[in-house]
Structures are given as C-alpha cells and as structure tokens.
C-alpha cells in the first residue's frame, strides 16, 4: 500500500522522538498548551556559575542568580518566538531550551510544512536575536535610569559579581551567537532556507545542505578553541552548546529529513499509463502488460475517479473472472502539485484517515502530468541520494585542489 511505500518519516515517529528528548532534560510544565522543557546542559551551568562565585569568594546565590539570568535570556527569547509561531499559524506542541535557544517540535504535520516554508523560517529567526537585542536595550536603559553609577563596560561582562551588567550583556551576547551563519542558530535557519530555495534541482540543494551543515562544527570547535586559549568559560559552553543543537537536530528533533527539500516534480513519474473506469480487467491487464508501472490511475471523462494495482486485476481476474476497472478500484486518494513539497505531501497523506490509495496523481490545473507510486519514489529518492553525494564529493575534491 502506499502508506507503507511512501512514509520517510511519518508523524507518528516524531512522538518517538520527543520521548528521547525527554531522557536528557526536565519538564518546567506546560504553559499555553506547550510542553517546556530544560536540558539538562543547564545543570552544568550551574555548576560552573555557582563554582565561579566559590572561586571569587562570594556567595553561592550570586552562582545561582547569574544562572537564572541565563534561563530568563532563553525564556524571553523563545516566549517572543512562540507569540510568532501562533501569529504565523504554527502549532508548536513541545520546546527544547538549550543556551542557545529553543527546539520546536510540532503539533501536526501542517505545522511542520508551514514551519519549513523559506519565509516563515526567515520570520522567526529575525525574532530571536531582534528579541534578545531590544531586551538588552530595555535593561540597559532601565539600569543606566535608576542605577546610573553602574558602569555597563567594565570588565567581565558576564560575571556573578556584577548581575545587574550580566542581565544585558547575557541577551546582547545571546543575540549576537545567533546571528552567526551556523546551524541550528539563527542566521543558519536563515542560510538553509535560501539554500533550499536555491537554482538546480533536489540532488543540487542537498548537496548545498550536506556542504552548509559542516559549518556549524566549524564555528562550534573555533569558539571552544578561542575559549581555551582566553580561558574564557562563556565561549567553551557556547561552543558546546552549538554542537549539541545541531546534534540534537540531525537526530530529527526538528531536522527535517531529507525529501523535506524533494519537491514532487523530482520524483514524479511522466511517462505513465491511465485506465478507463469503464474498461474491463482482461483490456486492463493487456495494458499493465506492456509497462513497468505496478499502480494505475484510473479515469472516467478525463477526470481522476480512483486507483488500481496490477497485483488488484489479477487476483481479481482469478478470483471472480473479468468484470470492469471501476468494480475493484480505488476511490480514496490525494492529489499533489509539481511545485510541492515532497515531506510535505506525504505528511499530508498520511495523516487523512481512510487515504489508504496506492497513487499519487500529481496535477496541473485540471490536467494528470505526472504520478507518484510507492516503486518509483524509493528509486527516485535512491537516485537523488546518490546524485547529491557524488555531487558532494566532487565539491570536496575541488575544495582541495
């Protein structure tokens, strides 16, 4: 059936996904609907803000406090990120906090297609950093009005002995990592979409991604690095903090698979064969006879009206003798268009109840020009896979020349 043939990754597993999640972070509750949770990277924050007040000789609370204000940088940002995603018609069922940021997971497949369109993902990743910057801007504007000896550039910024300059050089440190070109922070998302929405055709743009995703490790180990050398904590948990969304992410959190950048003219078949409604089984299975196609859409008036399988005609050839196409065919099935996403699609599919059909037809205004069957997809999606990779070792090759 085409449920089986066509599900990369259906909704379902998702929910399998949000249970790993769960193993490395703790619930804060659910808040307008949304499962909060903290990962447990926090808890190493902690340790390292409370240890660095023990080393400046001052109270653990002034640890504590400095970590709170790390929580509260992330919280404001993603409280903004969420009054977006409902602006902007996203259903967001569970949030990740990481330092850098938060995970969304979805709520619904529609969800997850309109979270990927290229200016939907350019939106909310304008809202994080424009959220931590403005929320500086506030704090510093307040301090400077009613505690005006504090000095806001002395040294260490971000430092448990100065809490009231830690709150606004934390956002304003925040909103500048995620402006770096790496994934999964902002200014990524912001690369992958217009990667996605590049010229060339999808073996073309997953070999861009696969290239972009190498970046984020880059910059992650060059913050790391950078820390060492200055010892300087903050850049080292950053680092760290970069390779754990991403690592996060490629786990399918909120990565998408690949046929997420597949559009449905990628795969689709051009050269089928179509049905009469009105045709008998015995001058179906002489048609069926002379093409590779296993699945068959079937016509009545130009108009699509079900489907069939090759394997449906024999075994009801055997089994009841000829009688007509329209007796065993199909009636519940989907349409896609050329320009859809493939992810998308098959989302979409999925999650209808009763859209058990074995094809799908792709359509063009009213005219059939191409279909979509569970054999072609797995050799389309093979054959991309492979094309972007040999793609992709050419550019190293290149790279290294």
Not at 48 to 53: E, F, K, Q, R, V
Not at 143 to 171: C, G
């Amino acid at each position: 059936m085409l449920l089986a043939g066509l599900k990369p990754r259906p909704p379902t597993d998702r929910a399998h996904t949000i249970k790993d999640m769960v193993g490395w972070s703790f619930s804060l509750g659910n808040i307008f609907g949304v499962e909060v949770r903290l990962h447990s990277f926090f808890l190493f924050l902690l340790i390292g803000s409370m240890s660095w007040a023990s080393y400046l000789e001052l109270p653990m609370m002034r640890g504590v406090g400095l970590w709170f204000l790390l929580v509260l940088a992330v919280a404001v940002r993603e409280t903004a990120r969420g009054f977006a995603a409902g602006w902007l018609g996203i259903d967001v069922k569970s949030l990740l906090l990481l330092p850098t940021g938060g995970i969304q997971v979805y709520g619904s497949p529609e969800a997850l297609a309109r979270a990927g369109e290229p200016r939907v993902q350019k939106t909310m990743a304008l809202v994080g950093p424009l959220t931590s910057l403005l929320f500086a801007a506030t704090v510093a504007g307040l301090i400077l009005t009613v505690a005006p000896q504090v000095n806001l550039f002395d040294k260490y910024w971000v430092t448990p002995q100065y809490l009231l300059r830690t709150m606004v050089w934390v956002n304003l440190l925040l909103g500048a990592v995620n402006l770096l070109p790496a994934w999964p922070l902002d200014a990524g998302r912001v690369v992958r979409a217009e990667i996605v929405r590049g010229p060339g055709g999808a073996a073309s743009v997953l070999g861009g991604l696969r290239t972009f995703t190498r970046v984020g490790p880059v910059i992650a180990c060059a913050l790391i690095l950078i820390g060492i050398l200055t010892t300087n904590f903050w850049l080292i948990m950053g680092g760290i903090a970069i390779l754990l969304g991403a690592q996060i992410e490629r786990q399918g959190l909120l990565l998408k698979p690949d046929a997420d950048v597949v559009k449905v003219s990628d795969v689709m078949l051009t050269d089928f064969t179509i049905l009469s409604a009105s045709a008998t089984l015995e001058d179906a299975m002489e048609q069926a006879r002379h093409t590779l196609q296993d699945v068959f859409p079937v016509v009545r008036g130009g108009n699509m009206v079900g489907a069939v399988g090759r394997q449906n005609i024999l075994e009801a050839l055997e089994s009841t003798g000829n009688g007509y196409v329209q007796g065993i065919m199909t009636r519940a099935f989907q349409v896609a268009a050329p320009g859809d996403s493939l992810m998308a699609t098959l989302n979409r599919i999925t999650g209808v109840a009763g859209a058990s059909s074995q094809v799908v037809p792709v359509v063009d205004g009213e005219r059939i020009v191409g279909i979509i069957t569970p054999q072609n997809l797995q050799r389309s999606m093979g054959l991309i896979a492979r094309t972007a990779r040999r793609g992709d070792g050419r550019q190293t090759e290149d790279e290294t020349d």
